[in-house]
Nanobody, 124 residues
Framework: QLRLVESGGGLVQAGGSLRLSCVVS????????MGWFRQTPGKEREFVAVRKWSGTTYYADSVKGRFTISGDSAVNTVSLQMSSLKPEDTAVYYC??????????????????WGQGTQVTVSA
Protein backbone atom coordinates (compact mmCIF):
# COMPACT_ATOMS: atom_id res chain seq x y z
CA GLN A 1 0.00 0.00 0.00
CA LEU A 2 1.27 3.45 -0.94
CA ARG A 3 0.42 6.81 0.54
CA LEU A 4 0.87 9.92 -1.58
CA VAL A 5 0.81 13.43 -0.14
CA GLU A 6 0.98 16.50 -2.38
CA SER A 7 2.06 19.99 -1.40
CA GLY A 8 3.08 23.24 -3.04
CA GLY A 9 -0.17 24.47 -4.51
CA GLY A 10 -1.31 28.04 -4.15
CA LEU A 11 -2.24 31.27 -5.90
CA VAL A 12 0.05 32.70 -8.56
CA GLN A 13 -0.22 35.32 -11.27
CA ALA A 14 -0.21 34.38 -14.93
CA GLY A 15 3.34 33.93 -16.14
CA GLY A 16 4.53 32.82 -12.72
CA SER A 17 5.85 29.52 -11.45
CA LEU A 18 4.99 26.92 -8.84
CA ARG A 19 6.58 23.67 -7.77
CA LEU A 20 4.39 20.81 -6.61
CA SER A 21 5.82 17.96 -4.58
CA CYS A 22 4.47 14.49 -3.88
CA VAL A 23 5.96 12.44 -1.07
CA VAL A 24 5.42 8.71 -1.41
CA SER A 25 5.46 6.44 1.61
CA UNK A 26 4.77 2.77 2.11
CA UNK A 27 7.15 1.37 -0.46
CA UNK A 28 9.94 2.75 -2.57
CA UNK A 29 8.41 4.60 -5.45
CA UNK A 30 11.23 3.49 -7.69
CA UNK A 31 9.16 0.45 -8.67
CA UNK A 32 6.20 2.58 -9.75
CA UNK A 33 5.48 4.92 -12.61
CA MET A 34 4.47 8.32 -11.25
CA GLY A 35 2.03 10.70 -12.84
CA TRP A 36 0.40 14.07 -12.33
CA PHE A 37 -3.19 14.79 -13.25
CA ARG A 38 -5.45 17.79 -12.79
CA GLN A 39 -9.15 18.38 -12.50
CA THR A 40 -11.50 21.35 -12.61
CA PRO A 41 -15.11 21.33 -11.41
CA GLY A 42 -17.45 19.53 -13.77
CA LYS A 43 -14.65 18.12 -15.90
CA GLU A 44 -12.89 14.78 -16.15
CA ARG A 45 -9.55 14.38 -14.46
CA GLU A 46 -6.92 14.93 -17.15
CA PHE A 47 -3.39 13.73 -17.64
CA VAL A 48 -0.56 16.24 -17.18
CA ALA A 49 2.75 14.37 -17.00
CA VAL A 50 4.24 10.95 -16.29
CA ARG A 51 7.67 9.71 -15.28
CA LYS A 52 9.00 6.17 -15.24
CA TRP A 53 11.53 5.24 -12.60
CA SER A 54 14.14 5.12 -15.38
CA GLY A 55 13.62 8.85 -15.95
CA THR A 56 11.60 8.65 -19.17
CA THR A 57 8.90 11.32 -19.21
CA TYR A 58 5.89 12.29 -21.26
CA TYR A 59 3.72 15.41 -21.16
CA ALA A 60 0.31 16.52 -22.26
CA ASP A 61 0.54 18.88 -25.22
CA SER A 62 -1.05 21.65 -23.17
CA VAL A 63 1.90 21.74 -20.73
CA LYS A 64 4.81 20.61 -22.90
CA GLY A 65 7.71 23.03 -22.63
CA ARG A 66 6.28 24.67 -19.52
CA PHE A 67 6.07 21.85 -16.96
CA THR A 68 8.78 19.44 -15.86
CA ILE A 69 8.28 16.25 -13.87
CA SER A 70 11.20 14.96 -11.84
CA GLY A 71 11.87 12.41 -9.16
CA ASP A 72 14.23 11.93 -6.23
CA SER A 73 14.31 8.31 -5.13
CA ALA A 74 16.48 9.17 -2.13
CA VAL A 75 13.53 10.94 -0.53
CA ASN A 76 10.72 9.16 -2.38
CA THR A 77 9.49 12.39 -3.91
CA VAL A 78 8.19 13.28 -7.35
CA SER A 79 7.85 16.93 -8.29
CA LEU A 80 6.13 19.00 -10.94
CA GLN A 81 7.83 22.29 -11.78
CA MET A 82 5.30 24.56 -13.48
CA SER A 83 6.41 27.68 -15.32
CA SER A 84 4.74 30.24 -17.56
CA LEU A 85 1.49 29.45 -15.85
CA LYS A 86 -1.79 30.37 -17.51
CA PRO A 87 -5.26 30.88 -16.02
CA GLU A 88 -6.34 27.68 -17.77
CA ASP A 89 -3.83 25.76 -15.63
CA THR A 90 -6.07 26.44 -12.63
CA ALA A 91 -7.13 23.09 -11.19
CA VAL A 92 -6.70 20.64 -8.37
CA TYR A 93 -3.52 18.73 -9.11
CA TYR A 94 -3.18 15.07 -8.14
CA CYS A 95 -0.16 12.85 -7.83
CA UNK A 96 -0.66 9.20 -8.76
CA UNK A 97 1.27 5.94 -8.84
CA UNK A 98 0.94 3.11 -11.35
CA UNK A 99 2.29 -0.43 -11.21
CA UNK A 100 2.75 -0.23 -14.99
CA UNK A 101 6.51 -0.13 -15.24
CA UNK A 102 6.74 -0.79 -18.97
CA UNK A 103 4.69 1.98 -20.53
CA UNK A 104 3.80 5.60 -19.91
CA UNK A 105 0.25 5.41 -18.59
CA UNK A 106 -1.94 8.41 -19.30
CA UNK A 107 -5.37 7.20 -18.26
CA UNK A 108 -6.88 7.62 -14.81
CA UNK A 109 -7.77 3.94 -14.52
CA UNK A 110 -4.15 2.92 -15.10
CA UNK A 111 -3.18 4.32 -11.71
CA UNK A 112 -3.79 2.46 -8.47
CA UNK A 113 -2.82 5.08 -5.90
CA TRP A 114 -3.75 8.75 -5.61
CA GLY A 115 -2.96 11.68 -3.40
CA GLN A 116 -5.56 14.00 -1.93
CA GLY A 117 -4.83 16.81 -4.38
CA THR A 118 -3.52 20.34 -4.09
CA GLN A 119 -5.20 23.47 -5.48
CA VAL A 120 -3.39 25.61 -8.04
CA THR A 121 -5.00 28.91 -8.95
CA VAL A 122 -3.56 31.15 -11.66
CA SER A 123 -4.93 34.66 -11.81
CA ALA A 124 -5.05 36.66 -15.03
Amino acid sequence: QLRLVESGGGLVQAGGSLRLSCVVSGRTFRTYTMGWFRQTPGKEREFVAVRKWSGTTYYADSVKGRFTISGDSAVNTVSLQMSSLKPEDTAVYYCAASRDGSGLPRQVDEYEYWGQGTQVTVSA
